[in-house]
């Protein structure tokens, strides 16, 4: 596939693979593929930072390498291991037979057959005709000596395995990294990248989303339900519902077979909008039937 | 290079918007404006959004200073009138409030050149002197005690609650077998994995999130807290510190700051509260929807500063509390008033704080605070 020359272009292809992005998005995106810089998507849970990625390897054509990041995520995890299992059962196997040359031994078991890829490795020593795209998914859930690790990855893209040596990527790989800014990052990995902050949608584009999301909804549920999940941000809530929830909660009201909103499903469903329950009795206090016919006048 | 392209003009107008955003706090150096410069060079000039986003990537990095860049960005590149003319861009910490007169921490630098005794191993109680001060309340002290307090509080050993980490290292005994050493050590006794090797879990630090009241009832154990806060946020990146009365504002930018005169000054200089009346509750509840929500309060000992004394609903108090108490891993109150003999928490902000407290200590004088370094660490 050819990779989108303009903005536009971008636009209306992210747009096929039923991703809709603002022109800020677009813009953005655009000038990491043309600038070839690692982009860092900020914003809360449920905006669509992740999906992002997985449109921007269906545009391009390229494979999604995902490396999720986690408290203690280490090189083992990330870039690469060795196969434990099949150096030790190598060695028995050279060790029943009698020829046995230990330097030989040692420079097998510690080769490229015995090595594991972890997404790293793999993005950066792929041999793919279009680079990958590699999702760095909740980087601020990893620590302090994991992301000084990236940095150095992301500068040079090359990686130095002790006892192969330095691998470098010959393409560079898409690199997009996600954070919910449960803390800041270090500046300098900021540095690297560029920087775009996902808000929430504004409401005629967040029923875009829901009717390119969710195949058959009926035109007017997607509206009433993106305006009631509109209104539900603006209330006083532990976690705001993302554009995420808008379509798995519009997904449950078509399974029911819902054409537009009512107070009795609503409540019924409300647990795929709201995940905290005093959010939920909040939201009771407050009236449902009052939200539910405020987001009916929409 | 795409210079070029993009023009001379260009690139001067780019260079002096570099300079306004630095002066508005924005990290820019000349990296971040080559990558604007080369973003510019891709793009529709043309396109007011596509300039505004090509900019906004390449020259922003966090999102709190996106309203900087904005309102910087609508002046310089657009040459609308600033819709506030007397405040052009807020940098932070010009807070309109007089800058308090009185901050300790105002010392003369001369208090760089300590005496010898400061050099000294961390003996705390280093003199009946000190002993004095250690437990005199901090109300009834004069500006120069404070200040002798200031170089006892930095004396403190730092505050630090550990957790396990998920992260492993080597260790002789631990909890995962550690294939890649012992595969090593089998190498030497032919292929026979006959020594084990293990990694354990490391300790880390745990996140410390400080809240401190800097009302009028706190005003001079405020100061003094804020000398702790300023020792603890200099411990490492883990400390998080807020101070609010009316409404909350961030210190730990300020706390960091190398100069430890001019972050005392700023610390101050932010807190357009300092003295004035407390509205825990709210303050609470701007902290929960602001930083709570993304996650800084899951797993942290949160210390809450305050002699409880609550202008505002206590019932919003009752349920921000909650759910301070909910995220974090401990929840420990600071009130300096308990020192005082004769002390009931009858303050009705009090009677909710004891009901979500894990730990309820005192903070009235340096033995107080001592104890709190202690009972943090141990949690």
């Excluded at chain 1, 195949?215 to 993302?242: C, I, Q, S, T």
């Excluded at chain 2, 809450?304 to 019932?315: K, N, T």
Aim: proline share 5%; hydrophobic share 40%; aromatic share 6%.
């Amino acid at each position: 596939m050819a990779e989108p020359r303009s903005i536009d272009e971008l636009t209306d292809a992210l747009r096929n693979e039923a991703y809709l992005a603002d022109r800020g998005l677009a813009t953005v995106m655009s000038l990491s593929l043309t600038l070839e810089k690692p982009l860092l998507l900020e914003g809360e849970a449920g905006v669509g930072k992740t999906e992002a990625a997985k449109a921007l390897a269906a545009v391009t054509g390229g494979r999604l390498i995902r490396l999720q990041c986690y408290e203690g995520i280490d090189v083992a995890h990330a870039l690469y291991d060795w196969n434990h299992a099949r150096q030790l059962l190598y060695i028995r196997t050279i060790e029943a037979g009698d020829a046995t040359d230990a330097g030989r031994t040692l420079h097998d078991v510690f080769g490229p057959d015995f090595l594991e890829r972890r997404p790293l490795l793999d993005a950066i020593e792929h041999s793919d005709p279009v680079p990958p795209v590699l999702l760095i998914d909740e980087i601020d859930r990893s620590d302090d000596e994991f992301e000084a690790f990236l940095l150095e990855l992301l500068s040079d893209f090359q990686v130095t395995i002790p006892e192969i040596g330095t691998i470098r990527a010959e393409r560079r790989p898409r690199v997009i990294l996600t954070s919910n800014r449960t803390r800041e990052l270090h500046d300098a990995l900021k540095r690297r990248c560029l920087y775009h902050w996902i808000g929430h949608p504004e409401l005629d584009r967040e029923i875009e989303i829901v009717r390119a999301r969710v195949p058959g909804v009926p035109e007017r549920l997607a509206a009433e339900a993106a305006a009631f999940v509109g209104h539900l941000r603006v209330m006083d809530l532990a976690k705001l519902p993302g554009v995420a929830e808008t379509i798995d909660w519009t997904q449950a009201l078509v399974a029911l077979g819902q054409e537009e909103l009512e107070a009795g499903v609503v409540d019924a469903t409300l647990g795929s909008v709201l995940k905290h329950h005093e959010d939920i009795e909040r939201v009771r206090d407050a009236g449902l039937r009052e939200l539910v016919a405020r987001a009916r006048e929409t | 290079m795409p210079t070029a392209t993009a023009g001379d003009a260009v690139v001067r107008k780019l260079v002096t918007f570099g300079r306004i955003l630095r002066e508005a706090g924005l990290e820019v150096g000349p990296g971040r404006l080559q990558d604007a410069l080369r973003g510019l060079d891709q793009i529709d000039l043309t396109s007011r959004e596509e300039v505004y986003h090509a900019l906004r990537c390449t020259l922003v990095s966090r999102r709190d200073d996106i309203d900087a860049f904005d309102m910087a960005f609508a002046v310089f590149w657009e040459r609308a009138p600033s819709t506030a003319p007397d405040q052009p861009i807020d940098l932070g910490f010009q807070a309109s409030t007089e800058p308090p007169k009185r901050v300790p921490s105002a010392a003369p630098a001369k208090d760089d050149d300590r005496p010898s005794e400061d050099e000294s191993p961390p003996v705390l109680v280093a003199s009946s002197r000190d002993e004095v001060i250690r437990r005199k309340d901090f109300a009834d002290m004069t500006a120069a005690e404070l200040r002798r307090v200031r170089r006892l509080i930095a004396t403190l050993p730092s505050a630090e609650p550990m957790r396990r980490s998920h992260r492993l290292r080597p260790g002789r005994a631990g909890d995962v077998l550690d294939m890649r050493r012992t595969l090593q050590a089998a190498m030497h006794t032919e292929g026979m994995p006959l020594r084990l090797a293990y990694r354990k879990r490391k300790l880390v630090p745990r996140k410390l999130v400080f809240l401190c009241d800097v009302s009028g009832s706190m005003e001079p154990y405020a100061r003094a807290m804020i000398m702790f806060l300023e020792a603890a946020a200099r411990a490492g990146r883990h400390v998080e510190a807020f101070a609010f009365g009316t409404r909350l504002s961030r210190l730990t930018p300020q706390l960091r700051d190398l100069d430890p005169v001019r972050s005392l000054r700023l610390a101050g200089a932010t807190m357009p509260d300092w003295g004035g009346g407390t509205r825990i509750g709210e303050s609470l509840r701007a902290y929960n929807e602001e930083y709570g929500r993304r996650g800084l309060t899951r797993g942290a000992v949160a210390v809450v500063v305050s002699d409880g004394w609550e202008r505002g609903d206590l019932r919003l108090l009752d349920t921000e509390l909650g759910r301070l108490h909910r995220q974090a891993h401990r929840l420990v109150w600071v009130n300096p008033l308990k020192g005082h003999t004769g002390f009931e928490p009858l303050a009705g902000g009090m009677r909710v704080a004891l009901h979500h407290s894990d730990v309820f200590v005192e903070g009235h004088n340096l033995a107080a605070l001592e104890a709190l370094a202690e009972v943090l660490t141990a949690l």
